[in-house]
């Protein structure tokens, strides 16, 4: 039997401490939380998460700083399966974390640091070794000279690149011309491609680059140019307890349904379906699920 296919990752790992509250937060206000978590977050880390809740393996490049947080970000991915050889503790007085207070309708006031941690540069990271073996690598533009340099080598090897992107930055134009699927949001397709329709909008991006891109669209679910295909997915309704990292998932679940060979419409619904189930439970890796589950909820038969 063939191995799992690989999805590796670079990107940030940070902390997500969650409380519900029955209201917006108040300004000299003591406000009571009610249910509480603490969970591993970041973009590439939630998304590595979800590849490997498909059944894919998973790979991730990071660094977090020597205290408990640290530790505790570690363990977590472990725990979730992913490869941890190229995740650092280094020498530093704070790893990032966010704390987000959750309403009733799912949306969250957040805080967040980026603590101390300084990103791995191309030095640091054994590029050949990190991607040996990768059916794709996830960028998500947070380190972007490490990153281009690993897309570029991942280029060279066949690998699958895939750029999670949510804002304009340092190395995005790099990235966008070396990737083969693009994963925007709604406010980076609008930035990049301001004018015209959604349609319009996914031909420009393509013209830099991608192959296949796909923007998702919050509550109206996600659009996607595949080659010349166009499929437009409709979100799936399910009782929301929090919206975080949602989009996280959705490009994690996208991703391994593309490596998994899933045709362009199956891999929409799975995405949009692993995204839809997360939003069930506090923080974006509580309420992952496997491939069977997903299938389950699809009405799809059994594997």
Not at 83 to 111: H, K, M, N, W, Y
């Amino acid at each position: 039997m063939p191995p799992l296919p690989l999805v590796v990752g670079i990107g940030r790992a940070t902390i997500d401490l969650l409380g519900t509250v029955p209201h917006g937060l108040k300004l000299d206000a003591r406000t009571e939380l009610h249910q509480v978590s603490m969970q591993g977050g970041g973009a590439t880390a939630n998304a590595l998460c979800a590849a490997r809740a498909l059944g894919c393996r998973a790979r991730l490049a990071a660094r977090v700083a020597d205290d408990d947080f640290g530790r505790y970000v570690v363990r977590g991915l472990r725990e979730s399966g992913v490869d941890c050889e190229f995740v650092s503790i280094v020498s530093a007085q704070l790893t990032p974390f966010a704390f987000s207070a959750v309403d009733r309708t799912g949306r969250a006031t957040s805080c967040f640091t980026g603590g101390d941690v300084v990103a791995p540069t191309t030095s640091d990271l054994a590029l050949p070794r990190l991607l040996d073996g990768a059916a794709a690598l996830l960028v998500d533009g947070s380190n972007p000279e490490t990153q281009v340099a690993a897309a570029e080598l991942a280029r060279s090897l066949g690998i699958k690149i895939v750029l999670d992107a949510n804002a304009l930055g340092e190395g995005t134009g790099e990235l966008l011309a070396l990737c083969d699927v693009l994963v925007a949001s709604e406010r980076f397709a609008a930035e990049v491609a301001p004018r015209g329709e959604l349609e319009h909008a996914l031909v420009e991006l393509a013209r830099l680059g991608p192959d296949t891109v796909v923007v998702t669209l919050g509550a109206a679910g996600a659009i996607g140019l595949f080659g010349d295909r166009l499929v437009k997915q409709e979100a799936y309704a399910v009782d929301i307890v929090d919206l975080t990292g949602a989009g996280d998932v959705f490009t994690g679940a996208l991703t391994a349904a593309l490596v998994m060979d899933e045709p362009p419409e199956r891999a929409m619904q799975l995405a949009a379906a692993a995204a839809a189930r997360s939003l069930e439970r506090l923080g974006a890796r509580a309420g992952l699920v496997g491939l069977d589950e997903l299938r389950r909820f699809l009405g799809w038969p059994a594997a």
